[in-house]
């Protein structure tokens, strides 16, 4: 077996180690997903959800585009490991996967969150 050095970057999850111990973290992913859903000039939020919000199926409104609104989740989901402020939020708009619409775009929220904590 071939020793490859110090882990730094395995599966979109970067690796430092500190005299504390081993730090994760998925900024370069989050920036990455803020580029590639075109929201890197996004104004940033403090809270991943709106509070209060109530989200339902039987809302009425125009249908989202519902592959666009998988690959945000999905790409939230995996985030999730090195955030798990987002996770509650994430969960909440994964249910919608179905029949997103447009009033379900809080997944646009959870990305805005990203941007402030690379």
Do not use: W
């Amino acid at each position: 077996m071939i020793d490859l050095g110090q882990l730094s970057y395995f599966l979109g999850i970067e690796f430092k180690e500190t005299e504390a111990g081993v730090m994760m973290h998925q900024s370069k992913y989050a920036a990455d997903l803020l580029v590639k859903f075109q929201m890197s000039n996004c104004n940033l939020v403090a809270a991943p959800t709106e509070i209060g919000l109530l989200m339902s199926l039987n809302n009425e409104g125009e249908l989202a585009d519902a592959t666009l609104y998988k690959q945000i989740v999905g790409s939230l989901r995996y985030l999730c490991n090195t955030r798990p402020n987002i996770a509650y939020s994430v969960g909440t708009i994964s249910r919608f996967m179905k029949a997103p619409k447009i009033c379900h775009d809080g997944c646009k929220e959870d990305l805005k969150v990203c941007e402030g904590h690379n």
